[in-house]
């Protein structure tokens, strides 16, 4: 009750104009009809689809592609003792927690608190450098650090005076990949930071550096407890976007050399497409999908519907 | 710039009630606060270099005629990469099917979500909560994920490599988000505007169509140049639900272009990539004067 009273007017506080001509339930219903057919044959389907694909033998060619058959739990013990996804895994979880959760959210977090602040034109000027590098075509971003990373490319010709010339893709993978999707994503946590930093009131601020707190205390003792929620909110973000990234590591290493760099999306690609084994590849995704509504599911309970 | 000058108003307006000779310590700004200023845009430097160091092949490479991978000052410039690509095989028609792809999409996420959002904006209904936290639940679901069933269900129903099937399951999953978007835009829309037209008896859709949606037009063209951008640049779900070349879009066409040849050109692979961002740049510069200044539009994010 106390939601609906607080709420902004335009909320839906029904006034009695709305009441008395009362649409039913289903006419209220109505406007949601279309959203709600598209979702559920396109979105909720294949995922209800994927439950009975993940225990079958479906594949793309021979017996499976006309009769799939029901296998029971098989897809799942194979992917158990299977040490290829467990190395997929591993990967998986070096570059989330690399690229985005150390990677994109420290950097994105330096850059906004540098921002504050500074010159407008500074301002300009270096978020349009590192938006720019997240709004382009992810594999436009690809080809960037395909190049850059390539053994004629950028880098090499700038570090080859130090006598460090290498093939960076075959020998620094996981590494490589982690920098390029860093490079990638950091524009948005540095959104989402400079946002919840621009809401922090500066006299809260202002009263620690007159009490004689200095930068590293302020940041520790004050502005980041300030913008915790955000904090929180946005390790959720990067995670989930960043557990789907299959583009960047695609065009660059495409998993290689031997696997190395073959994260899990990778290797569900690998097995579903390359070697046409729909059903090992769903019951991945599968797993995939439950670890990303799990995520998902901690991040709810930052959002609020009501609130505003 | 700023940080000194409202310290120094600060210093101002607290000098006036407390103790004066405090006031000419925090006013004049230069030997302690120099080194941070210095270092705060050494370090943003540094930022800006090691962002534009990727991108600068893109620039160079383009323009360069001898294909080079490196970054080079001397050597032949010349607009003949630009020139190789823009043939309608290469370029314009895989842009025309990007164009198609994300515009189809736009439109039709566009109409979904605002017809969505108005029920969820404006009544009370009995699983309005349920419903609008399955929406934000599923904007984080890992489309990637997806993409194995969503095959095996096209396949099915051998609908795989349709134009109309991409564009509705491309629509499904950039629904969540819209709807999540519409409907706050639409919060901001006061209800007592339209209370006149409801006496007068018009129904929600002329109440909808007349009254709420002209009212929040920069909401409308926000969530379609959201959606529009964000399918312009997928590579993944045209790449597993479109085989036919003729179909494909500037994403996986420049792919296939880059894998397929034995020596790759280059040159010319960055000529496409710049051809192809162009669009993306100037729409996002349209959605961020939109939403005043890019910063606010990942704080819509925060819920």
Redesign the interface.
């Known amino acids: 009750m106390t939601a ?1 009273l607080t709420a ?8 009695g ?2 009441r008395h ?1 009362g ?1 039913s ?1 289903a ?3 109505l ?6 057919v ?2 559920l ?3 909720a ?3 209800i ?2 439950i009975y ?1 993940a225990f079958t033998d ?1 594949s ?1 060619s021979g017996a499976g592609a006309s009769h799939a058959q029901f296998i029971g739990l098989a897809n799942f013990s194979r992917m158990v003792a299977d040490p290829a996804f467990w190395h997929s895994i591993v990967l998986t979880v070096i570059f989330v927690v690399g690229s985005a959760v150390i990677g994109q959210n420290t950097l994105g977090l ?2 906004a608190l ?6 407008r034109v ?1 301002q300009a ?3 349009l ?5 997240w ?6 971003a690809a ?3 395909y ?2 990373l ?1 053994p ?4 090499n ?1 700038w570090v080859g005076g130090l006598g460090l010339t290498q093939n960076w893709l075959y020998t620094a993978p996981v590494f490589a990949v982690i920098l ?1 999707n860093v ?1 990638r994503g ?1 524009a ?1 946590s540095m ?2 930071y ?3 930093l ?1 809401d922090i009131a ?1 006299e809260l601020e ?1 009263a620690a550096s ?1 009490d004689g707190a200095s ?1 590293w205390r302020r940041l520790w003792s004050i502005t980041v407890p300030l913008i915790r ?2 904090i929180l ?1 946005n390790l ?2 990067i995670t ?1 976007q960043t ?5 960047v590591i695609y ?1 660059l290493t495409g998993g290689g050399p031997g696997g190395a760099s073959q994260t899990t ?1 990778l290797y ?2 690998e097995q ?2 390359q070697f046409y084994d ?1 059903g090992y ?2 019951a ?3 797993v ?2 439950l670890v ?2 799990l ?3 901690i ?2 309970r ?5 609130e ?1 | ?3 000194t000058l ?2 120094g108003t ?1 210093a101002g307006t ?1 000098g006036a009630v407390a103790q004066p000779p405090r006031r000419r310590v925090l006013g004049i700004t230069s030997p302690r606060k120099l080194p ?1 200023w210095v270092l ?2 050494l ?2 430097l540094l ?2 270099c ?9 620039i160079f ?1 383009s323009l360069h005629a001898d294909s080079a ?3 080079q000052l001397g050597g032949r410039w010349s607009l003949s990469n630009f020139v190789a690509v823009m043939t309608p095989e290469t370029l314009w028609l895989p842009l025309l099917n990007s164009f198609l792809l994300s515009a189809g999409t736009a439109v ?1 996420t566009v ?3 605002a ?2 959002a ?9 699983f ?2 349920t ?3 399955t929406i ?18 096209f ?1 099915t129903f051998a609908i795989t490599d349709s134009r109309i099937a991409t564009i ?2 491309m ?3 950039s ?2 988000f819209a ?1 999540w978007m519409m409907k ?1 835009f639409m ?6 505007l339209e ?1 006149a037209a ?2 007068d008896g018009a129904g ?2 002329d109440s ?1 169509r007349g009254i709420v949606l002209p009212l929040m037009a920069p909401g409308l063209a926000v969530v379609s140049i959201f959606v529009f ?1 964000q399918q ?5 779900i045209p790449f ?1 639900l479109l085989q036919s070349p003729e179909k494909q879009p500037a ?1 996986v066409s ?2 296939t272009f ?1 894998s397929s040849y034995g020596a790759v050109a ?1 040159g010319q ?2 000529a496409f ?1 710049i051809l ?2 162009l669009p ?2 100037a729409l ?1 510069g349209v959605l961020s004067k939109a939403l005043g200044g ?6 819509g ?3």
């Open positions: 609906t902004p007017p335009g909320a839906r506080v029904a006034p104009a709305r001509r649409p339930a006419a209220k219903l406007p949601l009809l279309p959203a709600m598209l979702l044959l396109f979105f389907g294949p995922v689809w994927s694909t479906q793309l330096l850059i540098l921002l504050r602040h500074r010159h500074t000027a270096v978020s450098v590192v938006v720019g590098a709004v382009m075509p992810e594999i436009v080809f960037c650090w190049a850059f390539n004629d490319g950028s880098l010709s390029a490079w950091t948005f959104m989402v400079s946002a919840a621009s500066p202002e007159v930068g929620r955000s909110t959720m973000l989930l557990l789907a990234v299959f583009t065009v999306p569900m690609y579903a497409f729909l590849g769903t991945m995704a599968l995939l999908l990303g509504a995520f998902s599911l991040y709810l930052f959002v609020s519907v009501d505003r | 710039m700023t940080a409202s310290a600060a607290s941070t705060a845009h370090a943003l930022v800006v090691a962002f534009l160091a990727p991108m600068l092949w893109l490479g991978l490196t970054v039709l109409i979904c979500a017809l969505a108005y029920p969820l904006s404006r009544y009370s209904m009995r309005r909560r419903f609008l936290y934000v639940f599923s904007t984080g679901l890992p489309i990637t994920a997806v993409m194995v069933p969503v095959y095996v269900l396949a509705l399951f629509s499904a999953t629904l969540p709807i706050n919060d901001g829309v006061p209800v007592s209370e409801w006496t929600w859709f909808l951008v312009w640049g997928d590579f993944f597993v994403s420049i792919y880059f280059y692979l960055a990539s192809y961002t993306i740049i996002y890019g910063f606010s539009f990942a704080g994010l925060k819920g």
